[in-house]
C-alpha cells in the first residue's frame, strides 16, 4: 500500500462492526433513514492524520451502503465521525474513494 492511498479490502471485523455502531446515529440523521440492520461487511483504511474508513454496510436484505468514517489518533481523545456516504449500493459494488 502507498502512503495515503486505500488498503485492500478486508472482511469487517468486531473492531469495525463497533466503529460502524457508533456513527450510526450520524448516518440515520444525514440520510434520514431508520436501519434496523446495521452490519458492516467489508471494509478499506487510509492512513492520514488518524485512520480514514470505508466501510461496506448491509442495511437491508439488498441494499447496501458506502461509509467514509475518520477516526482521529488516540492522543485526541476523539470518537469516530462520519465523513460521507454512498446510498444505493449492492452487495458486489466494490469500495472506492470517495
Known sequence: ???GGLSETKPATPEIQQLVNQVKPQFE???NMNCLVFTATA???Q??????????????DVEYVH???FQSLPH?????SLVSFQTGKTRD???TYF
Request: proline share 9%; aromatic share 8%.
Open 67 to 69: 461509509l467514509k468514517v
Open 47 to 60: 492512513v492520514v492524520a488518524g485512520t480514514m474508513y470505508y466501510v461496506k454496510v448491509q442495511v437491508s
Open 1 to 3: 500500500m502507498m502512503p
Open 76 to 80: 485526541e481523545n476523539l470518537g469516530p
Open 93 to 95: 459494488d466494490p469500495l
Open 43 to 45: 471494509y478499506k483504511t
Open 29 to 31: 440523521r444525514r440520510a
